[in-house]
């Protein structure tokens, strides 16, 4: 093909195209946000497995972004998604594929939706890709791709070759700060502290966390015990979380909160987290947590989530609660009989006075 003057010659290109048909799809509703159907394909000599999400919450780059979205959207936040992962191990360095998805109707009365794509490299270190925000998931209703109680999406793979960059314009790389910080704290080169917690030790980099963490640089900048100090003790934390804050800290991905765990877990680890990330001033990580649990509210954790989000003032969190305890009697009913409401009465017994306000309001 021709671009600007210059020809770009693809040399290799395998597309398969396939529709992942959702029977049931009202089931679907009773998924947690970090649950997925999965379909499995072999592509390219690889394999692979496209991840459907029909109650994906998104993390946006954006702080910002993040907040606006999740004030406005607040009764209707969650999205179809779907996700490729490369399950085998990669033939080659780098594998450069898009996945490009549409909802389509098996009857063709109605024209495919807007074609939504992504493209990923991938490599032995990167084998998920990021989401496909198909459709808002409460505009799907009414969309009319929902037939018989059944959701069609074509999918579409194409994986690259090597590209012939002969007399082609140079285009500087994407950043790889991430990677580079987080190589520089797996290898510990020039650390200068470490944190013992839970019997584990981690070496870090005290300019690092101060640049990223107010809390750290009074620690490690503002005259306090620790500014000489090369060795400090955390108390009340599990090793695991603070080994995923501090990924966070160098990389800005918390991982664990993005498939990398059984759900259930994972919500364990953004409880942990977000109390982590308020302890030290980490803002955006306390939004991805909030966001998290924002859409992994359900009859047994909602009480405990409640507590949780007026502990460490969030707001939206706890908004989130209040409406999902309240939506109906028997909700409300099922929620006062779990073990998370006996903690929340006797950790926070003034969010009751709300909670029961929010139920009249709602005329429940």
């Known amino acids: 093909m021709e671009h600007d003057g210059t020809n ?55 702080e910002e972004e993040m907040i606006c979205l999740f004030v406005d959207q607040l009764d209707h936040s969650e999205w179809v998604a779907l996700k490729l992962i490369l399950v ?21 009365h109605l ?31 009414s969309s009319g791709y ?21 007399d082609k314009e140079a285009v500087p790389p994407p950043s790889d700060l ?23 030790s981690f070496a870090a980099h005290k300019a690092i966390l101060a640049a990223r963490s107010l809390v750290f640089k009074a620690k490690f900048f503002g005259g ?18 603070f080994k995923s804050m501090l990924h966070f800290i160098y990389t800005d991905m918390a991982p664990e909160l993005d498939g990398d765990l059984e759900p259930q877990a994972a919500v364990i680890m953004a409880q942990h987290l977000l109390a982590a990330a308020d302890r030290y001033g980490l803002n955006r990580l306390k939004l991805i947590c909030e966001c998290k649990l924002s859409g992994c509210i359900d009859i ?10 007026e502990q460490h003032n969030c707001s939206l969190l706890k908004a989130k609660c209040l409406e999902f305890v309240t939506k109906s009697p028997e909700t409300l009913d099922a929620v006062l009989a779990t073990d998370g409401y006996a903690h929340l009465l006797a950790s926070c017994p003034l969010v009751l006075t709300e909670l029961l306000r929010t139920a009249c309001g709602r005329k429940i």
């Open 88 to 108: 085998s191990e990669p033939q080659r360095d780098k594998l450069r594929v898009n996945l490009s998805c549409r909802l389509v109707c098996p009857s063709q």
């Open 8 to 62: 770009l010659t693809v040399t290799e290109a395998v597309r398969s195209v396939q529709l992942l048909k959702i029977d049931g799809y009202c089931a679907t509703a009773a998924m947690e946000a970090l649950e997925f159907i999965k379909s499995r394909w072999n592509i390219d000599g690889h394999e692979w497995e496209i991840r459907f999400y029909p109650n994906h919450w998104h993390f946006f780059e954006d």
């Open 178 to 200: 991430r990677q580079h910080l987080g190589e520089l704290l797996e290898s510990q080169d020039g650390a200068d502290v470490t944190f013992h917690v839970s019997g584990e």
């Open 224 to 241: 306090m015990e620790e500014t000489s100090s090369k060795s400090v003790v955390i108390e009340d934390m599990e090793a695991a979380v």
């Open 146 to 166: 929902i037939v018989n109680d059944s959701l069609t999406v074509e999918c579409t793979i194409t994986v690259l070759g090597d590209l012939d960059t002969t």
């Open 300 to 309: 047994g954790t909602a009480a405990m989530t409640l507590a949780l989000a």
């Open 111 to 141: 024209d495919p939706s807007q074609e939504k794509a992504v493209s990923h490299v991938f490599n032995s270190h990167s084998k998920c890709s990021p989401e496909v925000l198909l459709m808002l998931k409460h505009e799907l209703p």
